[in-house]
């Protein structure tokens, strides 16, 4: 006789409802992102707000503490965009007006080398000449007038003005909105979990994000010393590049290290001295940097990350990227965290 099974019930619900909520969660994707790159902004100023709220007069709210947070970004940033962001604009302008003649430069025989060196060297930059010019154009104009779009273009105001103010409250009402989440679970031993729960992703994002920004102005700077010294043309350009770049994993380092190659081969710059250093580098930020900077939070193996990448680039493309490493590490976070609880009940 057939019969009404309460919990098969329950768990085709709770699988239907899973599913609902996944698609719409793909559905309003482009909001959400917003929201996220609100709350990772918010975890770069916290420090600030913090240090901010200590030293300023007792306060019943940090509101003083945030709107000079903000005061202190916003000049830094106009003063970055002027001292750097020009000089990196017109440095792409440039690049890409004289791109085609340095390409076609390295076509010159080198008398010192034998005529199949120099036929395959012809060969090579006939492939990358191709290939780049196919792209560059759009590449580095796109890069030129990236300031310019960014503050005028209406999606890029979305970016200007409303992630600064999703962060802002984000930052004032961290607690609230920590304990409606935690008041949603009436059982005790649940709202304990979630609440660890909570609380390792609180320092998981705080440590990725900071440990984000840390490497980025690290390879500005690396970048920026050794391509003056060496004489490298574009100094300011590639090292923005550079810098921008790390805050995509894996894909975002590599695509840099092809950028400067190329423009150092065009440029007809001391190859060997780019290469080595570019290689030192990424090793000492992979091996030694990194893991100092991002600590105990996010330990995934090198497979899962690569994972991660790529199935968030085809999910979502550089948002998708972009998010890949932390939405790994939270995942590994719940299943650890759920694992112990389960672990921790005793066997009836």
Do not use: C
């Not at 890409?96 to 025989?109: V, W």
């Not at 660890?196 to 609180?202: K, L, Q, R, S």
């Not at 092809?258 to 580098?281: D, E, H, T």
């Not at 550089?318 to 490493?325: M, Q, R």
């Amino acid at each position: 006789m057939l019969g009404f099974d309460r919990r098969a019930a329950s768990y085709t619900w709770t699988a239907v409802l899973v599913l609902l909520l996944l698609a719409f969660v793909y559905q309003v994707r482009a909001t959400l992102f917003i929201f996220v790159l609100a709350l990772m902004f918010a975890y770069l100023l916290s420090p600030l707000v913090n240090l901010l709220d200590r030293l300023l007069p007792s306060s019943k709210t940090r509101t003083p503490a945030l709107a000079m947070a903000y005061i202190l970004v916003v000049a830094a940033a106009v003063f970055a965009g002027i001292q750097l962001g020009s000089v990196a604009v017109a440095q792409a302008k440039d690049l890409n007006t004289r791109l085609p003649a340095m390409i076609g430069g390295l076509k010159t025989p080198s008398p010192d080398a034998s005529p199949t060196i120099n036929r395959l060297k012809a060969q090579i930059v006939d492939r990358i000449g191709g290939s780049f010019a196919e792209h560059s154009s759009d590449i580095v104009s796109e890069v030129a007038s990236a300031g310019v779009k960014f503050v005028t273009v209406a999606s890029g105001l979305i970016y200007v003005v409303l992630i600064p103010i999703l962060a802002f409250f984000f930052l004032k009402d961290a607690g609230a909105i920590r304990q409606h989440i935690i008041d949603m679970v009436p059982d005790a031993p649940r709202r304990a979990l979630l609440d660890d729960v909570m609380a390792d992703i609180h320092l998981l994002l705080a440590h990725y994000m900071r440990a984000l920004f840390a490497l980025a102005l690290a390879a500005f700077t690396a970048y920026s010393i050794f391509f003056t010294i060496l004489g490298l043309p574009y100094v300011v350009l590639l090292a923005a590049i550079g810098g921008m770049l790390e805050f995509v994993p894996i894909a975002g380092p590599l695509s840099a290290t092809v950028i400067i190659s190329v423009v150092a081969l065009v440029a007809k710059a001391n190859m060997i001295a780019v290469l080595i250093f570019l290689a030192l580098y990424r090793v000492f930020q992979d091996y030694i940097l990194s893991p100092h900077l991002m600590g105990r939070g996010v330990e995934l193996h090198p497979l899962l990350i690569l994972f991660g990448v790529f199935a968030g680039a085809e999910v979502a493309g550089i948002a998708g990227t972009f998010l890949s490493v932390p939405i790994l590490a939270l995942v590994r976070i719940l299943y650890l965290r759920i694992r112990k609880a389960r672990l921790s009940v005793p066997a009836i």
